[in-house]
């Protein structure tokens, strides 16, 4: 999970729908993943979030973005 902070406006939003408490507001005010080994990647925190600011690194996108890597190019 990456928090990108320069983007976040400390809403809080994806610290409320996390159903397993990993992020909360670091000394900044701004989200940070305090927990990132209790993530099962459910990715409720990427959708709710209202500035684009996490994204959540799941098998599935992993696995798709090297497929897409390794096409060649044009």
Known sequence: MTVRSAWCKSCG???????KNVLEFGHDGKATPARPQDCIQ?????M???????????????????KEGGSGGN
């Open 13 to 19: 939003i994806c610290i409320s729908v996390c159903p």
């Open 48 to 66: 709710m979030c209202p500035d684009l600011a996490i994204t959540v690194a799941t098998r599935a996108k992993a696995a798709g973005a090297a």
């Open 42 to 46: 459910c990715e409720m925190c990427e």
